[in-house]
């Protein structure tokens, strides 16, 4: 009888990956608390849209005339559904560049998963892994920033807080001046930061499970 050759890692990965996968998407849609956080997130969207349209709306009426934002500014896009019909056309928003926007958007928020994957790989805590990515996306490149210092300035300029909004085509202007790099360098940036962390998480487990 001919024996069988054991299965390689590689082999036993690349099967139990889609398995492991299926298995995480039945177990978060069979939960309330699944739906519930999506009912949250739905109805917190609506009224940030809403108070943002509202705002700019408020602008338009004192200066007299419809406000052209640019759909490049993320969170402000969201009024698109709202602005337009609610507020009487005072606040304007391309449709093919809100389209862009949202693309960009879902990369992003993709990428950020990724990272916070790596880094719960790497961490082994809930905790551990929501503080270390808080300070990644936002604390430690505000910080950085606000010491005045250009080293710290320029390393924060280059984490995914900064990255993401060169990435976005943003126009805000955190750091006292334009990000100075394109929306191909910012994704560039999150991908290397991405990366990083998804190279933490396997250096870890290899580690810890060989």
């Known amino acids: 009888m001919s024996r069988i050759a054991p ?23 069979s939960v309330r ?8 997130a739905v109805v917190l969207g609506v009224l940030a849209a ?7 709306a408020t602008d338009a009426v004192r200066e007299g005339g419809a406000v052209r934002i640019p759909a490049s500014e993320a969170v402000v896009s969201a009024t698109s559904l709202l602005s337009l019909d609610a ?7 391309p449709p093919g560049e809100v ?4 693309l960009r958007t879902g990369v992003y928020f993709a990428l950020v998963g990724v990272m916070t994957v790596g880094a719960g790989v790497a961490m082994r805590s809930a905790a551990g892994t ?13 910080l950085l920033s606000m010491t005045g ?22 126009a805000d202007d955190l750091t006292g001046g334009p990000i100075p790099y394109s ?9 290397a930061w991405t990366a990083a962390a998804m190279a933490a998480g396997l250096t870890v487990l290899h580690r810890r499970d060989a």
């Open 50 to 56: 809403a108070t943002l349209a509202g705002a700019n």
């Open 149 to 170: 210092t250009g080293l710290a300035v320029e390393a924060s300029l280059r984490m995914p807080m900064f990255a993401e909004l060169a990435f976005m085509d943003s």
């Open 87 to 93: 507020f009487g056309h005072l606040v304007v928003l």
């Open 183 to 191: 929306a191909g360098e910012g994704l560039a940036w999150l991908l």
């Open 130 to 142: 929501l503080s270390v990515v808080f300070m990644l996306l936002m604390g430690l490149p505000l």
């Open 99 to 102: 389209a862009l926007d949202l």
């Open 7 to 29: 299965s390689t890692p590689a082999r036993v990965v690349t099967r139990a990956l889609p398995q492991a996968v299926a298995a995480e998407w039945v177990k978060a849609w």
């Open 33 to 40: 608390s699944t739906w519930w956080c999506l009912a949250c």
